[in-house]
């Protein structure tokens, strides 16, 4: 059984850093991509990035490029999301996903993670 638990939210200051992390359980049988997805306040639930098991392969929203960046420890189990530059449309609830389908981890991933709350007041 696949499980994902999200860690890191908070409340911080536009401008502001937060490292999110994700530790993955039961990811022993395959090779799984990992990826977070958002979902901001009265919004659908949007991508945010994703990574493959080798750690190549990022992938970003066009809302995040250059802010946000993703990275995984394989020995640890882990998947972060380093995000800088923090502005108030960053608020949402952050979800942890995996997929062993490296084409469907942006889309659709089969494992989701409870969520963490960032909050960036304006």
């Known amino acids: 059984q696949v499980q994902l638990v999200e860690s890191g939210g908070g409340v911080v200051q536009a401008g502001a850093s937060l490292r999110l992390t994700c530790v993955t359980s039961?990811?022993?049988?395959?090779?799984?991509?990992l990826g977070w997805f958002r979902q901001p306040p009265g919004k659908d639930r949007e991508f945010v990035a994703s990574?493959?098991?080798?750690?190549?392969?990022?992938r970003y929203a066009d809302s995040v490029k250059g802010r946000f960046t993703i990275s995984r420890d394989n020995a640890k189990k882990v998947v972060y999301l380093q995000m800088s530059s923090l502005k108030p449309e960053d608020t949402a609830v952050y979800y942890c996903?995996?997929?062993?389908?490296?084409?469907?981890?942006?889309?659709?991933?089969?494992?989701w993670g409870q969520g963490t709350q960032v909050t960036v007041p304006s």
């Open positions: 996903a995996a997929d062993q389908d490296y084409g469907r981890i942006k889309e659709n991933p089969i494992y």
């Open positions: 039961g990811t022993d049988d395959g090779r799984y991509a």
């Open positions: 990574i493959w098991y080798s750690g190549g392969g990022t």
